[in-house]
């Protein structure tokens, strides 16, 4: 066994344990101007503040990560399979995670869906924004399409929401949103 897989294999191990001994883990990203933390629980990994040092407000999230929207190709009538598919962060099962100098990497599945996703949260060091991305791979199982995608999808409770759409940034009091 290489190193490399020695590692992968004990975050596994140490993701598992946690998971089933019901007891959060919590990441996190920072730097000098903001921190975004996740919580690790019964295997799904999820956004749960961002802190903008900057102003010093803390952000509490109710977090869904992404959304993902599939059109299956059918052949008659499936039951309990309907088109579209609309699958959420919450759908999908932590697999591990890899930390490098800015940034992580969460290894998802969902094998109902035949599903892979690694999503890569990135924050550099002089960054006062996040970047993220989804890299989707699907597993095989039979023909399915992506139709639409939310990079984000979460919500931040008493905080104003302005503008957004058309390819406007989403302002939320001192923080804002948007997609390159």
């Known amino acids: 066994m290489d190193i490399s897989a ?3 294999w004990l975050t596994l191990a140490l993701i598992s344990a946690l998971a089933s001994a019901g007891t959060p883990q919590h990441v996190s990203l920072s730097n000098g101007s903001l921190e975004r933390n996740f919580e690790i629980a ?3 990994v999820r956004t749960v503040s961002l802190y903008n040092r ?3 407000r803390l952000y509490r999230i109710d977090s869904q990560e992404f ?3 599939l059109i299956q190709e059918e052949r008659g009538y499936v039951p309990n399979r309907q088109n579209p598919v609309r699958l959420t962060g919450d759908d999908f099962s ?12 969460f290894h998802l599945a969902n094998k109902p869906f035949h599903l892979e996703v690694d999503m890569v949260v990135r924050l550099a060091p002089t960054d006062f924004y996040t970047r993220k991305w989804l890299e989707i791979r ?8 992506l139709d639409r995608i939310a990079v984000e999808k979460f919500s931040i409770a008493g905080v104003k ?3 957004g759409g058309f390819g406007q940034p989403v302002y939320a009091d001192g923080i804002f949103y948007g997609l390159e």
Do not use: K, M, P
Request: charged share 25%.
């Open 42 to 44: 019964d295997g799904r």
């Open 138 to 145: 699907s597993t095989g199982g039979f023909v399915q399409f």
């Open 6 to 8: 020695g590692v992968h």
């Open 67 to 69: 959304e993902v929207i």
């Open 161 to 163: 929401v302005e503008h």
């Open 94 to 105: 932590l697999q591990g995670f890899d930390r490098n100098a800015d940034g992580l990497v």
């Open 54 to 56: 900057l102003d010093r």
